[in-house]
């Protein structure tokens, strides 16, 4: 994490002043007519090469709030704004009426909200999710009377105080966890640190999901401390996992691999190369009175798949679900290189008549290529196979009708001949 912050990340950090939540009399930012286009698409983005960066805007601090007009100086939304970073417009609003302040917020988190009780059921999930529900750059997951919450945005940083107080007054939490440390905000000049913003936590907190017990470590755990997106998709492996032997990969806190055992599995080993992760998943495999068919190992997945394999370890399930290997469109062949490699000594390791599910969480790669390189993957280890289901991110985890990026996941369930 980084100590240190420039100017423009100070400035970014700032408590809201009348600017950031006026309706009216805001800065100027004019698109280019590409831009405009983009915008009238329902696109919620401007990138700087859609802007005319002159005087007005380069004036605009980052994060703050601007009026977008286009050539003519027609209205056509009203956006944060932030020169550096490539996207440098977020769409909040086409209403001109609209003011964006406390009350702006509540009516966003309000509508999140109800969305996720009519889906959900129960309060662990996946509150707002970011340009889906509205509110671009923001994270909020629920873990009962905790909240985990990431601001990537200069803009939504600017809002941080106004935020607390719309969650409080519609969700009423008891701790307030900000997890601002996403390599995202070194796009927007914003710092990297975590805080307790509210309340108090005492070590891991326990969640539901399908059933089960696990845990989450909202201080220190992966992006938010807990992975909602893959909640279906870890009942339907569940479906396939009864009597059978399952190697999960990328375990992380246990999700797939406690459910396995659940569902009736007959031996679950759990791969991952984080200790503290690996801890959390045998706490709720002993809670939920799994731990017997459970083992933790600590490792690297590459190099234990090709290890396995050479040692003639079988698994009737094996469950890939690694981070992103796709993190910038730089990395993208390399990327799509790395997903075909896993698929292929993932493979090796499924016995004759069992599965395999793979996934990808990374944006860049969109669910074509990824299936793709998952084919090819399995041609390379000589595996016929067939798709018995495609899927995507959990219904928490809502898509905005124009931005294509926030359809990240990608899950793959095979049956391998």
């Given at each position: 994490?980084?100590?240190?912050?420039?100017?423009?990340?100070?400035?970014?950090?700032?408590?809201?002043?009348?600017?950031?939540?006026?309706?009216?009399?805001?800065?100027?930012?004019?698109?280019?007519?590409?831009?405009?286009?983009?915008?009238?698409?329902?696109?919620?983005?401007?990138?700087?090469?859609?802007?005319?960066?002159?005087?007005?805007?380069?004036?605009?601090?980052?994060?703050?709030?601007?009026?977008?007009?286009?050539?003519?100086?027609?209205?056509?939304?009203?956006?944060?704004?932030?020169?550096?970073?490539?996207?440098?417009?977020?769409?909040?609003?086409?209403?001109?009426?609209?003011?964006?302040?406390?009350?702006?917020?509540?009516?966003?988190?309000?509508?999140?909200?109800?969305?996720?009780?009519?889906?959900?059921?129960?309060?662990?999930?996946?509150?707002?999710?970011?340009?889906?529900?509205?509110?671009?750059?923001?994270?909020?997951?629920?873990?009962?009377?905790?909240?985990?919450?990431?601001?990537?945005?200069?803009?939504?940083?600017?809002?941080?105080?106004?935020?607390?107080?719309?969650?409080?007054?519609?969700?009423?939490?008891?701790?307030?966890?900000?997890?601002?440390?996403?390599?995202?905000?070194?796009?927007?000049?914003?710092?990297?640190?975590?805080?307790?913003?509210?309340?108090?936590?005492?070590?891991?907190?326990?969640?539901?999901?399908?059933?089960?017990?696990?845990?989450?470590?909202?201080?220190?755990?992966?992006k938010t401390g807990w992975f909602y997106d893959q909640r279906d998709n870890r009942a339907w492996a569940a479906g396939l996992a009864k009597d059978a032997r399952v190697l999960d990969c990328y375990a992380f806190a246990g999700g797939f691999s406690v459910l396995a055992a659940l569902a009736g599995a007959r031996e679950v080993v759990a791969l991952d190369r984080s200790q503290p992760a690996l801890e959390?998943?045998?706490?709720?495999?002993?809670?939920?009175?799994?731990?017997?068919?459970?083992?933790?190992?600590?490792?690297?997945?590459?190099?234990?798949?090709?290890?396995?394999?050479?040692?003639?370890?079988?698994?009737?399930?094996?469950?890939?679900?690694?981070?992103?290997?796709?993190?910038?469109?730089?990395?993208?062949?390399?990327?799509?290189?790395?997903?075909?490699?896993?698929?292929?000594?993932?493979?090796?390791?499924?016995?004759?008549?069992?599965?395999?599910?793979?996934?990808?969480?990374?944006?860049?790669?969109?669910?074509?290529?990824?299936?793709?390189?998952?084919?090819?993957?399995?041609?390379?280890?000589?595996?016929?196979?067939?798709?018995?289901?495609?899927?995507?991110?959990?219904?928490?985890?809502?898509?905005?009708?124009?931005?294509?990026?926030?359809?990240?996941?990608?899950?793959?369930?095979?049956?391998?001949?």
């Amino acid at each position: 994490m980084s100590d240190t912050a420039s100017p423009a990340d100070d400035q970014a950090s700032e408590p809201p002043d009348p600017a950031i939540t006026a309706g009216s009399g805001l800065p100027v930012v004019t698109l280019k007519p590409h831009g405009v286009k983009r915008l009238r698409r329902g696109h919620p983005w401007a990138y700087s090469n859609e802007i005319e960066m002159n005087a007005a805007a380069k004036a605009v601090p980052p994060g703050g709030l601007v009026e977008l007009q286009d050539p003519a100086g027609e209205y056509q939304g009203t956006a944060f704004f932030n020169r550096h970073p490539l996207i440098s417009a977020r769409l909040l609003t086409a209403r001109r009426r609209d003011t964006v302040d406390r009350d702006f917020l509540l009516r966003r988190l309000s509508r999140a909200l109800e969305i996720r009780e009519k889906l959900i059921g129960v309060p662990f999930y996946r509150l707002v999710h970011a340009e889906a529900d509205g509110l671009p750059g923001l994270i909020v997951d629920r873990f009962g009377e905790a909240l985990a919450v990431q601001v990537n945005t200069a803009g939504m940083e600017r809002l941080t105080g106004p935020l607390i107080d719309a969650l409080n007054e519609v969700v009423g939490p008891d701790t307030i966890v900000l997890r601002n440390d996403s390599a995202a905000r070194a796009l927007e000049h914003l710092p990297e640190q975590v805080t307790v913003a509210q309340g108090r936590l005492d070590g891991p907190l326990t969640l539901e999901e399908n059933g089960a017990r696990f845990f989450a470590d909202l201080e220190g755990g992966q992006k938010t401390g807990w992975f909602y997106d893959q909640r279906d998709n870890r009942a339907w492996a569940a479906g396939l996992a009864k009597d059978a032997r399952v190697l999960d990969c990328y375990a992380f806190a246990g999700g797939f691999s406690v459910l396995a055992a659940l569902a009736g599995a007959r031996e679950v080993v759990a791969l991952d190369r984080s200790q503290p992760a690996l801890e959390l998943a045998a706490m709720a495999a002993a809670a939920n009175g799994v731990a017997e068919r459970c083992r933790f190992t600590k490792g690297e997945v590459f190099h234990e798949l090709q290890r396995q394999a050479a040692a003639g370890e079988r698994y009737d399930l094996v469950i890939v679900d690694p981070p992103a290997f796709v993190k910038s469109k730089k990395d993208l062949a390399q990327g799509l290189k790395g997903y075909r490699k896993l698929a292929r000594l993932a493979a090796n390791l499924v016995a004759p008549g069992g599965y395999l599910v793979a996934a990808s969480c990374s944006h860049h790669a969109d669910v074509d290529s990824f299936a793709g390189q998952v084919r090819r993957g399995l041609q390379d280890a000589g595996r016929s196979a067939r798709i018995l289901r495609t899927a995507g991110a959990a219904p928490d985890h809502p898509v905005h009708p124009a931005l294509p990026e926030s359809a990240y996941l990608k899950a793959q369930f095979l049956a391998l001949d």
